[in-house]
Every structure is written in C-alpha cells, then in structure tokens.
C-alpha cells in the first residue's frame, strides 16, 4: 500500500508559478512509476506529466510541454511538478498517482491516488 499527499497548490496570476509535491508514505516510491494528472469542472481527468519507475524518462501533455517539469528526491520518498507561466486554462484539482509498472500509463489506470490540490490561475 501506498499513500500519497498533494501540496502546493493555491491562487496564482497568470504567468506565476508553483510547485506541487507528492509525498508518498508506505512503500519507497521509486517502486513505481508516477503520474500527475489534473481534472477541471465538468472535464475528464487528464494526464499532465509522468516520470518512469527508475526515473530516467519522463512525459508531458502537449499543453503543459515546457512549462511544466516533473523531478523526484529518491531521499526524501517525494515528486515534484514545478509548474511555470501559468495560464487560466491550467485551472484544476491536481492528483498524483502511481502505478506499479515501468511506465507512466496517460490513462488514469493507476493504483494509488492522491486526494488532490486545487491550482487556480486568474488572468
């Protein structure tokens, strides 16, 4: 088992930034591959980022690519989504997840899941 906390959410103007963290308490977390997945009102859940199992590869929505970036601290069991020029259409309850597998799926098919950190970006 594995449970994962989100913080680091919160109101920002557009072109801010923020960093979420995911830490992860019961298992290390580089077992697993890991997720960050956003959902708005009224939207699917969509994948935002993902960082491999060893974490050498990493992915990126379109919508995010260069603005985001998704890092690990092995030491401290926690991942990271450093979130840069921050739009209004970022906007959403964020979650991180993990998988046990090598990959992060784009699919929300993971095992654990966070409860989630509301990012609000005003213009």
């Known amino acids: 088992q594995v449970q994962l906390v989100e913080s680091g959410g919160g109101l920002v103007q557009a072109g801010g930034s923020l960093r979420l963290s995911c830490a992860a308490s019961?298992?290390?977390?580089?077992?697993?591959?890991m997720g960050w997945f956003r959902q708005a009102p009224g939207k699917d859940r969509e994948f935002v980022a993902g960082?491999?199992?060893?974490?050498?590869?990493?992915y990126y929505a379109d919508s995010v690519k260069g603005r985001f970036t998704i890092s690990r601290d092995n030491a401290k069991n926690t991942r990271y989504l450093q979130m840069n020029t921050l739009k209004p259409e970022d906007t959403a309850v964020y979650y991180c997840?993990?998988?046990?597998?090598?990959?992060?799926?784009?699919?929300?098919?993971?095992?654990?899941w966070g409860q989630g950190t509301q990012v609000t970006v005003s213009s």
């Open positions: 997840a993990a998988v046990d597998s090598s990959y992060p799926p784009r699919r929300p098919e993971y095992d654990y």
């Open positions: 019961g298992r290390t977390f580089s077992d697993y591959a």
């Open positions: 960082i491999s199992r060893i974490g050498i590869s990493t």
